[in-house]
Antibody, heavy 119, light 107 residues
């Protein structure tokens, strides 16, 4: 069974950084991209970008360039989202999804990680 | 970026109703469109891809159509489990995969 399991909820102070993990099960991790999606409270879905775990090549949405970074450790089938210089406006749910490269299909999603930034 | 606009933003319906909502792309995207369902507090789930192909395990009461700039998602007979938010997403632009703003289906 294909599963993506994300790390748990995080709370940080403004200016701090954090890392969210997304571990894949039930499929060949290097045969798919991992994409990251943000959802602000009560709002819609925003594509942040994606990483190819086979070579760690990344593509970022311009909105998130410079404030987020993606990495992956293919030996443990895990992708990471790094967020820097956190602000209260980064309060959101962050999702990873399995991303089929040839047709940009997001066919399986992680359960989401809630990030709270507050002083 | 290819802007995606969904309408209506919300609609009220009853169990058994046939509902249709639309998604419009600012530029032509062929059939490069996916539809997702999201329930409160949960991750989105894929319903339809390539505008009209039902994802594995999705009930046949869901259907999608359209090409170019105008797309529709239809639920032929609403079930209680279908009250949720529905998002379209264009999959044409590899470097900017944009979502629509969503349509909330309420009782």
């Amino acid at each position: 069974e294909v599963q993506l399991v994300q790390s748990g909820a995080e709370m940080r102070k403004p200016g701090e950084s954090l890392r969210i993990s997304c571990e894949g099960f039930g499929f060949t991790f290097t045969s798919y991209y991992i994409t990251w999606v943000r959802q602000l409270p009560g709002k819609g879905l925003e594509w942040m970008g994606r990483i190819d775990p086979s070579d760690s090549y990344t593509v970022y949405s311009p909105t998130f360039q410079g404030r987020a970074a993606f990495s992956a450790d293919k030996s443990i089938s895990t992708a990471y989202l790094h967020l820097y210089g956190l602000r209260p406006s980064d309060n959101a749910m962050y999702f990873c999804a399995r991303h089929r490269a040839h047709d940009n299909l997001f066919d399986f999603w992680g359960q989401g990680t809630l990030v709270t930034v507050s002083s | 970026d290819i802007q995606m606009t969904q309408s209506p933003s919300s609609l009220f319906a009853s169990v058994g109703d046939r509902v249709t909502f639309t998604c419009r792309a600012r530029q032509r995207i062929g059939t490069s469109l996916s539809w997702f369902q999201q329930k409160p507090g949960k991750a989105p789930t894929l319903l339809i891809y390539q505008a009209s192909i039902l994802h594995s395990g999705v009930p046949s009461r869901f259907s999608g159509s359209g090409s170019g700039t105008d797309f529709t998602l239809t639920i032929s007979s609403l079930h209680p489990d279908d009250f949720a938010v529905y998002y379209c997403q264009q999959t044409a632009n590899n470097n900017a995969l944009t979502f629509g703003g969503g349509t909330k289906v309420e009782i």
